[in-house]
């Protein structure tokens, strides 16, 4: 019997369909997207005013999310959207800055300015989402110094009874192109595995892993977003690691789409669902939506709206398909009968 706090598991079902499948859309990105817009402007990146990323989320808002569970979105840009969403959809919030610190090494995070998880909760998270940039390859005291600030924040997550999100986006110690330097796409599969297990850890409090496609797509031999640029992994090969690297979880876990297109992204789940693996659904942002860039810059919100309408629908509408295979959240703990529901001073 697994013990659940009755905000935890308020918050976990709020995200979630009638199935348990978390089909969330995301919509937190800050700085990708204001680079995105300016490029597309023709502007710089201090051109981009507030305005113009709120209406982006707003629009990204009020057409995706009648077809999701969920939204995640940022309390910097991203309330306005909140407001906008279907109301059946539930919410979450990021709790730290865009990007990372590029000053020192390591790629270390912070949170954001004048927000805490309580401010979040009061402006209507059902859950808290955090992304870490994370390699078991990196200094061992920088990672230490990594792992002390998630356990910090699952902390408050759980003093302040909210399910804690954990997004860990792997990079290379060497500095190389993770999306297509063949040597990344090796080690790719190992630097997802041992993040995964080092976040199951009960000292982080995580409650749902976002973890990254194992393989990189690009260097899967017979598959649709294969560039021929050396063969990595064959199919079984990539099966294999599905399975395997999907054994290192310990509590559920969704995938992220990285920036990758919607066709990329919808090939690596039905390569995990052939490999058996039993994922709790997705937060897919940029695989969606993204290509409606141009549309935005060009023809400002009435021509994303169409544009969002048309092809943002049908894509989320292509990933929900895939997702009638996913498994519920709950089957991480061998179902809702096996999940014991108590108030959270009990798991404190």
Same mark, same amino acid.
């Given at each position: ?15 979630? %369909? ?9 919509? &937190? ?67 730290? @800055?865009?990007?990372? &610190? ?7 995070? &912070? ?43 699952? @902390?408050?997550?759980?003093?302040? &009874? ?147 309408? %048309? ?38």
């Amino acid at each position: 019997m697994v013990k659940i706090s009755k905000g935890k598991l308020r918050g976990l079902k709020a995200v979630s %369909d009638s199935r348990g499948i978390i089909r969330a859309a995301a919509m &937190d990105q800050r700085g990708s997207l204001q680079k995105s817009i300016a490029k597309g402007r023709g502007v710089t990146e201090s051109e981009v005013t507030r305005q113009m990323m709120e209406e982006f989320k707003v629009e990204v808002s009020k057409a995706l999310t009648s077809h999701a569970s969920a939204i995640l979105l940022d309390p910097e840009f991203g309330l306005p959207a909140v407001k906008a969403r279907d109301k059946r959809a539930g919410v979450l919030l990021a709790y730290e @800055k865009t990007g990372y &610190d590029n000053t020192a090494p390591g790629r270390l995070g &912070d949170l954001i300015e004048g927000w805490n998880v309580k401010r979040l909760k009061e402006n209507g998270a059902d859950c808290i989402k955090i992304l870490i940039y994370y390699t078991p390859l990196e200094k061992p005291e920088i990672n230490e110094e990594k792992h002390d600030w998630i356990e910090n924040i699952g @902390k408050e997550c759980a003093e302040n &009874d909210m399910p804690f999100f954990l997004e860990f986006v792997g990079y290379d110690v060497k500095g190389r192109d993770e999306k297509k330097d063949i040597e990344c796409a090796k080690i790719k599969p190992e630097i997802v595995m041992k993040s995964m297990q080092e976040f199951s850890k009960d000292r982080y409090r995580v409650d749902v892993l976002k973890v990254e496609i194992p393989v990189n797509m690009k260097f899967v031999e017979g598959a649709k977003a294969f560039r021929g640029k050396g063969v990595v992994y064959t199919k079984k090969d990539a099966m294999e690691i599905f399975r395997k690297v999907s054994g290192a979880a310990k509590r559920p876990f969704i995938y992220l789409s990285a920036g990758v297109s919607d066709e990329e992204f919808r090939e690596s789940l039905e390569l995990a669902l052939e490999s058996g693996v039993h994922f709790n659904g997705v937060l897919c942002g940029r695989a969606t939506w993204a290509e409606g860039v141009p549309a935005y810059c060009k023809g400002g919100t009435a021509a994303f709206r169409e544009w969002l309408n %048309d092809r943002g629908v049908a894509n989320i509408k292509a990933l929900n398909a895939v997702l009638e295979k996913a498994y519920p959240w709950y089957d991480a703990y061998g179902g809702l009968s096996m999940i014991q529901e108590v108030s959270a001073t009990t798991v404190l």
